[in-house]
């Protein structure tokens, strides 16, 4: 064979392995939420490290509370209850407050919304109609630190209007808010 086509023939061998050895095994990679890969640890200071990073981000992050749905049928009027007091100022209309909450469907008890875990506080007006009147009403007196737990009818909530998918029409709803800061 002729010296071209025999370093021909290795250099496609070379590429031909070089692209196998390019592929993704799952003992070496794992893929991310974000659709991208990341290294697997290969020992076990790598595994520490990575259970310390996630141990960190635990506590950065705020536990994610449950609001208490009690049994029976809803109420018909706005239900507040303060979880903890808060010794700070205290929110009255006009103010821009900034909040935690969760928020569940009084009927199933299931979550549809809540920002308490991403540690990026919701920020609005009170008392400006840029939330639904439950909230405007409920969150009012709240002092800066205090949790409550707000009970909310469906004419303070959204009524007849469904926001689809995650809450039906004529939804009661109980949210439990902690107040983060008064401006």
């Known amino acids: 064979m002729p010296p071209m086509q025999r ?3 290795i250099i496609v061998a070379c590429l031909a392995l070089f692209v ?3 592929g993704s095994d799952s003992s070496s ?3 991310g939420s974000s ?3 990341a290294q697997s640890p290969t020992s076990e200071e790598g595994s520490a490290g990575e259970e310390e990073a996630a141990e960190e981000e635990a506590e950065e992050a705020p536990q994610l509370p449950q609001p208490n749905v009690p049994k029976g049928p809803p109420p018909k009027k706005l239900v507040t209850k303060d979880l903890k007091q808060g010794s700070g100022a205290t929110a009255k209309a006009g103010d821009e407050v900034s909040v935690y909450y969760v928020g569940v469907l009084y009927k199933t008890k299931e979550q549809f919304d809540g ?3 991403s540690g990026e506080p919701f ?3 009170l008392g400006a109609k840029q939330v639904i009147p439950g909230w405007d009403k409920g969150i009012q007196g709240m002092k800066v630190g205090g949790e409550r737990e707000l009970i909310i009818p469906p004419d303070l909530a959204y009524g007849e209007q469904a926001i689809y ?3 039906p029409a004529y939804s009661t709803l109980v949210f439990l808010v902690k107040l983060l800061a008064v401006k």
């Open 35 to 37: 659709g991208t890969a």
């Open 7 to 9: 370093l021909f023939l």
């Open 20 to 22: 196998a050895g390019c």
């Open 123 to 125: 920020t609005f007006k």
């Open 29 to 31: 990679s794992t893929t």
């Open 165 to 167: 998918p995650s809450i």
């Open 115 to 117: 920002n308490w875990d």
